[in-house]
């Protein structure tokens, strides 16, 4: 058996949002087949892709729409945002940028040395402490020294995010040691003496 993949593109008047524009091509070379003989190209191509921190998610939101953990991408670990701190971005499903507050310190800097180095193996080359034939190495190790990563100083972070909710704070659940001040916070299904 042997699908058709149509490399034309869809024809102008059909109106197909971007996302959907290679499962229309698919469906519009295929239109004859029957669906169970293009279903397992069609569930592959509708999969959940990573992007480009790999993973297929970046971030954990409750029911309510509240971000509990995010991917951050410096760090390359989950993080609560109870215990990290983000700052906003407009234009992200979170409303929080993709790095934690500590890792946009830790890559601006690394990317400030970067440049410094970088500017200085010309002068480098100037002065005889560096021969040409060695300024692809340099520039090697350099960017090397710019992808190191520093682990977070109080060492928070998960592996995933499995991880990072089995530790996160439960969100609907508030009682704190003064049973007055939180009776009403209690469902009235709970019994307030066994608190």
Sequence with gaps: MHL??????LEATMNVKKQYEELAVFLEANKAKKVNTILPQLIEMMQRKNNASGQSSTFVKDDEGNVIAIYCYYHKMWELVSKAEYGSKKGTATSLNTMCKQGVSMWTKQQRNK?????????AVASGELAVADITAKQA???EKAKL???RADGHGY??????????PAVDTVIAEDDDVNADLVSDDMDKDNI
């Design 4 to 9: 058709a993949l149509a490399t034309e593109p």
């Design 115 to 123: 440049k410094a180095e970088e500017a200085l193996i010309l002068t």
């Design 141 to 143: 190790e350099i960017a």
């Design 149 to 151: 990563v520093e682990p």
């Design 159 to 168: 592996e995933s995010a499995d991880e990072a909710m089995f530790d996160a």
